[in-house]
């Protein structure tokens, strides 16, 4: 894979094209297109130039944030969508105006592929698959900017950005417009692209990343029988098209080089680091601590309700009260259970006594819990003062306290909240990692046990609902090897999920602990109509009130931007509320 992402790395550095609506002054230091497109080298360095801008930070870069939006993350700045949560933004905020003029740079350069790749020298086979590569990645963008702020305008590759910059005024499409656009750039990339690349090319876009997307367009358009045969095409590998996909067995190490590369992962961002080539995503950065490499900000946190969810190992809810009584109605006991004492030193003078209870508290609970949290009184791999640290995540009434230096975990602004150890660096990641702001583990578009979970909710929703079917795939997923959580329906009286809405349930609450921290929550709890259900006060582990996130009806989509309308008064009217 070293090869592909060297071509991200060099892709990168070329500027291809302004803006689609940068409509004030078109560049004049571009690449020629004349000159440039000659060869099958041209061709991947503008594919992955395409490739590349999934990892702007409002695209894909800080996906992780959105889950603070979503209800399974805590946050207190812009890599957390701080002024989303709290209310505060509108239809000139950088995040908003960000997301849309970033997808369609995306759309802009998967165009200028499509206009130019006929000219290098390359077979006509090739050309159909690197087009394919070009449209599924068009769809990809597309389908993000149609899910954040519905009807768009579409640009194909008859748009010709150097010629029709100043024209470019087309009105907003109809959702189903955008969607047939979206599904019509998916068969295609269905049709020629290949079941898999050879090992130097790994990453790239295949057949069942294809065919994942469309279903997924098509969930969210509630067409539930058809994106019910997309899913069931890629997990069943129907005509040996799709590859041969399956569960990683270990849930931590999917997230960690290695695992990160295996064929749960059916499209992922493939990101890089290292000395000289610092290119992925800053997972680390916003998902960490002080104890981090480079000494992060764990701006993006995870809710302390999120984490209570996560069930017992039979299974059973889990509940604080079961462990320690009085604790759920009690500050005093919850600070008597959680904080521990340092000395005039700032070590550990006292542990709290329930230390041992805590952790065996962790232990009988579903596994996914710890390999994606930092708990009280566990260890994390540090990386302090540049050199590995071992270091404990202990709680303090003045949590400030507990430095780095000392061997602890200092979370930011004397918060008291859960720390996110998924996607977050161990050490230096064996010299892996060269800057806190490019972690290198690939990051997760679509995954197997996603799309289980999809292809579930589609049997649960369809017209002639299969919950049996719903509850299977639900199960596979939680057969994980490294998993091992009962089944739904295994006889225990807990375990009941017979009808659709004990079903649903059953599905929201595998997407929030499976998919944790990869940023799908938010767009969850839209299309579910449930966006109201996040609002209200953001508590510590110790139950404080941290801040309200606030929700109104307007949040399901967000507001095309005040400049766009400027210069093309098309985009008019607005989403409702705004």
Not at 321 to 332: A, K, M, P, Q, S
Not at 448 to 477: F, H, P, S, T
Request: hydrophobic share 35%; proline share 4%; glycine share 6%.
């Amino acid at each position: 894979m070293k090869k592909y992402k060297l071509f991200i790395t060099l892709a990168a550095s070329l500027f291809l094209t302004s803006s689609c609506y940068d409509l004030d002054v078109y560049p004049e230091d571009q690449l020629s297109s004349g000159t440039f497109f000659q060869t099958q080298d041209h061709a991947d360095q503008i594919m992955m130039g395409v490739y590349s801008q999934m990892q702007s930070d409002d695209i894909f870069g800080r996906q992780f944030g959105l889950d603070c939006l979503g209800g399974i993350g805590s946050g207190y700045d812009p890599a957390s969508y701080a002024v989303i949560g709290r209310g505060t933004y509108n239809s000139t905020s950088g995040l908003v105006t960000g997301k849309f003029k970033n997808l369609y740079e995306g759309i802009a350069r998967a165009n200028i592929l499509l206009q130019n790749v006929d000219r290098c020298d390359m077979s006509d086979e090739l050309k159909l698959r690197y087009k394919a590569e070009a449209r599924f990645m068009r769809a990809l963008y597309y389908f993000t900017l149609m899910d954040f702020f519905g009807p768009v305008p579409v640009y194909d590759e008859s748009t010709i950005v150097a010629e029709d910059f100043m024209n470019m005024l087309e009105p907003r499409k109809s959702l189903e417009e955008v969607r047939k656009f979206i599904i019509d750039d998916l068969d295609n990339a269905d049709t020629y692209l290949p079941t898999e690349w050879d090992a130097s090319n790994a990453g790239r876009a295949t057949k069942a990343a294809a065919m994942s997307l469309k279903g997924k367009v098509l969930l969210y358009a509630k067409e539930y029988e058809a994106a019910k045969e997309c899913f069931e095409a890629v997990v069943t590998n129907k005509e040996g098209k799709y590859g041969e996909k399956e569960l990683y067995p270990d849930y931590a190490g999917l997230f960690k080089p290695g695992g990160d590369e295996s064929s749960e992962m059916i499209f992922a961002i493939q990101n890089i680091g290292g000395v000289g080539q610092d290119f992925g995503m800053p997972t680390t950065f916003y998902m960490g601590s002080r104890a981090s490499y480079g000494s992060c900000w764990n701006n993006v946190m995870a809710s302390i309700d999120f984490v209570d969810s996560y069930e017992c190992k039979n299974g059973e809810p889990f509940d604080w009260n079961d462990y320690f009584e009085g604790y759920n109605e009690n500050i005093d006991i919850r600070k008597e259970v959680l904080y521990a004492k340092l000395d005039n030193s700032k070590k550990v003078v006292t542990y709290p006594a329930s230390r041992e209870k805590l952790l065996e508290m962790y232990e009988n609970r579903d596994p996914r819990m710890k390999a994606s949290i930092i708990l009280p009184y566990t260890h994390y791999a540090g990386w302090v003062k540049n050199a590995p640290k071992d270091t404990e995540f202990i709680l303090l009434e003045k949590q400030g306290d507990a430095h780095e230096n000392n061997g602890f975990i200092r979370v930011n602004q004397n918060y008291q909240l859960y720390l996110w150890r998924k996607f977050v660096a161990e050490g230096n990641m064996d010299g892996a990692i060269n800057n806190r702001a490019d972690t290198p583990i690939n990051f997760p578009i679509i995954r197997l046990a996603d799309v289980y979970l999809m292809l579930a909710e589609c049997y649960n929703q369809m017209e002639n609902g299969d919950q049996e079917k719903a509850v299977y795939y639900i199960n596979k997923v939680r057969n994980r090897a490294s998993v091992n959580m009962p089944e739904i329906n295994n006889g225990d009286s807990w375990m009941e999920a017979r009808t659709k809405e004990e079903v649903f349930a059953r599905i929201r609450h595998e997407r929030a602990v499976e998919l944790a921290a990869e940023g799908w929550s938010f767009s969850d709890m839209r299309r579910w109509g449930l966006l109201e259900e996040v609002a209200g006060p953001v508590k510590d582990i110790v139950n404080k009130k941290l801040y309200d996130r606030v929700v109104n009806e307007r949040d399901y989509l967000w507001p095309i931007p005040q400049d766009e309308i400027d210069k093309n008064p098309n985009l008019r009217p607005n989403n409702p509320g705004w």
